[in-house]
């Protein structure tokens, strides 16, 4: 079984800037790819980014694209989000999900393991 817990989130003017944790524990980190997935009020649960198991590939939303970044530890068994130059329509509960794949899909389906998530609110 695989526990993951998010931490990070928080309250942030536009255009700031945040950094998401999500520690692992309970299986061996580098072994499974990672990614991160948010879900603001009164809408699905949406993709946002993910890395492979040895993090030497990621992709993104296109949302997202070229604000945030993904990035991991194994050594730490930590995977983050860096988010740059928030808006307030980033603001939702962010979850990381683990999978057993070595790069998983964007489909949330692929992701077995998930955390209980961090509130991110962007204010204008």
């Known amino acids: 079984q695989v526990q993951l817990l998010e931490s990070g989130g928080g309250l942030v003017q536009a255009g700031g800037s945040l950094r998401l944790s999500c520690a692992a524990s309970?299986?061996?980190?580098?072994?499974?790819?990672m990614g991160w997935f948010r879900q603001a009020p009164g809408k699905d649960r949406e993709f946002v980014a993910r890395i492979s198991a040895n993090g030497g590939r990621t992709a993104y939303a296109d949302s997202v694209k070229g604000r945030f970044t993904i990035s991991r530890d194994n050594a730490k068994n930590t995977v983050y989000l860096h988010m740059n130059s928030l808006k307030p329509e980033d603001s939702a509960v962010y979850y990381c999900a683990g999978s057993d794949r070595i790069f998983a899909s964007y489909s949330s389906s692929a992701y077995a393991y998930w955390g209980q998530g961090t509130q991110v609110i962007v204010s204008s």
């Open positions: 309970g299986r061996t980190f580098s072994s499974y790819a």
